[in-house]
């Protein structure tokens, strides 16, 4: 009832109805104060600790009805291509920017919806960053420097998301291009 009130905005602070996954996350908040208080979170089956299976269905019906939401234009990549290009000859500063600007790219436009940004003003640090050599894997804080031209992979963990899923890694490979390669950029930086 709480849910269907939020959605449908009887209890939605603009009093206008807002979206299923807006319902979902108001519903979720309040579930999670009562777990925090040490209270059972009642959006949870007691047995199996999984969401009950009419709540899933209610939130399934609501994205259904919902509109799509309506798609934003990525950046165009020939843009970032552009920065590369007058960053190349540039001083140390305009290639770091130039690199963070990559990484962001890759890391930071559809994950980073999700980060805790109050609590945590810095997305990432080096303990965050993996790189991989084949098999090997070897922290960003502790890599020989001499092996960060060999590394073929490499990973950026979320360690704190509103969506609540913690530690969930993103990986990506050494790409061929000089200047837009996640692998390349991020070595750059460490």
Not at 112 to 137: A, C, G, M
């Amino acid at each position: 009832v709480f849910m269907r009130r939020v959605h449908d905005g009887r209890l939605a602070p603009s009093g206008q109805p807002v979206s299923a996954r807006h319902a979902e996350d108001v519903l979720r908040s309040v579930g999670q104060t009562f777990s925090s208080l040490g209270s059972h979170d009642p959006r949870k089956d007691r047995q199996t600790g999984r969401l009950d299976f009419r709540l899933y269905r209610q939130e399934r019906t609501y994205k259904a009805q919902d509109r799509p939401t309506p798609k934003k234009r990525p950046i165009p990549r020939e843009v970032l291509h552009q920065a590369a290009r007058m960053a190349r000859h540039k001083p140390e500063r305009e290639q770091a920017i130039n690199d963070l600007i990559w990484i962001g790219f890759y890391f930071l436009l559809r994950p980073s919806e999700y980060l805790w940004t109050t609590v945590n003003q810095h997305p990432f640090t080096l303990k965050d960053i993996v790189f991989r050599i084949h098999d090997r894997r070897y922290p960003a804080s502790t890599i020989p420097l001499e092996l960060l031209d060999s590394v073929t992979f490499l990973t950026y963990t979320f360690t704190e998301q509103k969506n609540g899923i913690r530690n969930e890694e993103i990986g990506l490979a050494r790409s061929r291009d000089q200047q837009a390669c996640p692998v390349r950029c991020t070595a750059n930086r460490v």
